[in-house]
């Protein structure tokens, strides 16, 4: 009988469509729903300049990390740009600390959604969600990457109908044509309440920290295109149209929630960002299309995260960093090993939040709390060694970052900035540095003794050979 594993590399089956809403995908998730309710309530009108500083990081990342993507689409993305940049022990750290982080993203998640289904089912138990939702996306992630392909699709024009209706909703309301609305005070809201800056310049900083996480999310283009029909034309039409995506889906959204509600209202927290604001304009079924909206938000992420996950571990295993089972692959392409690996971990974070302790899982979710931030500065000092290389050698680059270098040093500068005030912020926040430190250097000392046994291995062949 045939083996269903082939050591065929990645198929390229994602269709244009489908990489230009797993894009969009990235960028929607669950975080802008609900999380900004808490960047919002923390700074104040100045989350504005939070949420655009971080949306020109992200899109200045996604510019340096589509140079690179485009000479060389590649399923390890940045992990494998900062071996051949940065060294193999960067490529190792940083493709290991992204799986991890994708693998703690799904139980999370899956741990949200199964809070939304609890309220409506409360007879079946929280956890019996939790554990099928994750079950049910891997299925879908088993068996052709086109099914992956086709499920974040839907999830995210769903998402994208969502906020379109809430900014339609919004400014009908602004301007005085939402007949449900009552005192909607507009522009005023933005300095009326302590003023612009109501926490001080230093808030913005920590803006940047909270909304980051909602961000995270948008590289995984630069994996999916290894899958998809057209990489290179892909990865430039993406790229190129993240930054009006970041202006219409965070800014324009945020922009229009603090005209309509005051940024210290506690119902924000309590209810979730869009929820709130459309029961104050008293739109019918807010809870249930919210929740129902929220739910997708979820799923797609989860839905994403399998597949990022297993593609980064499957580009490890391809590169020697990971065991070789991880490397191979379905006779439809997909890396079966790595799916059911990212799933297991996933599933037993699910199992710690319930059945174990909460504090562990609190704990192992803060090892994750400042990744998106170190994965995208090794992205800019990636891309700011191989294009001094490129040049060298006199390399043509179609796709390239603008006003190379200052662009660059700026976004590490802000980054360095961002992980320096995580140093003095909140405790929750030190502490996030700290663990997520603490998991770099679990996985440089792995790094290490793998290649001292390796040097081992070779050492001892070479003897028995003679």
Known sequence: MASDVNDSKLKHALSDRQ?????IGGII??????????????????????????????????????EMAVLNPDSGSFSTYAT????HWAGFTVGW???????????????LGAGILNAYFPEIPGSAFAIGIVLILAVTNMFDVRNFGEFEFWFALTKV???????????????????????????????????FLPQGYSSILQGVLITIFSFFGIEMLSIAAAEAKHPEKQIRRSINLVIYRIALFYILS??????????????????????????????????????????????????????VGSRMLFSLADRGDAPKVFGKVTVKGVPKASVLLTTLVALLAVCANYFFSKGLFSFLLSTIGSIGLIVYLVVACSQYKLRRTLEKNGTNLTFKMWLFPWLTWAVIILIVM?????????????????????????????????????????????????
Request: with cysteine; glycine share 8%.
């Open 97 to 111: 600390l992204y799986w991890w982080y994708w693998a703690l993203v799904i139980a999370f998640e899956a741990v």
């Open 254 to 307: 945020i922009f229009l929630v603090l005209c309509i509600v005051p940024w210290n209202d506690p119902g924000l927290q309590k209810m979730g960002t869009f929820q709130y604001v459309l029961s104050v304009l008293n739109v019918p079924g807010t809870k249930l299309v919210m929740d129902i909206v929220v739910f997708v938000a979820v799923c797609s992420v989860l839905n994403s995260g399998i597949y």
């Open 19 to 23: 990489v230009s809403m797993i894009t």
């Open 161 to 195: 109908i969502a906020i379109i209706a809430f900014i339609v909703i919004c400014a009908l309301a602004i301007f005085g044509y939402w007949p449900l609305a009552k005192n909607v005070s507009g522009i005023s809201n933005l300095y009326s309440h302590g003023g």
């Open 84 to 87: 051949k940049a940065l060294g």
């Open 29 to 66: 998730g669950a975080g802008l729903f609900i999380v900004s309710a808490s960047a919002i309530n923390s700074i104040g009108p100045a989350v504005l300049i939070s949420y655009m500083l971080t949306g020109l990081l992200c899109f200045f990342v996604m510019r340096m990390l589509g």
């Open 418 to 466: 961002t992980l320096g005030y995580m140093l003095v912020a909140e405790k929750y926040q030190y502490e996030a540095l700290m663990t997520s430190s603490l998991t770099i250097a679990i996985l440089i000392a792995s790094f290490i003794v793998k290649r001292k046994k390796g040097a081992q291995f070779a050492l001892n062949e070479k003897q028995s050979s003679n």
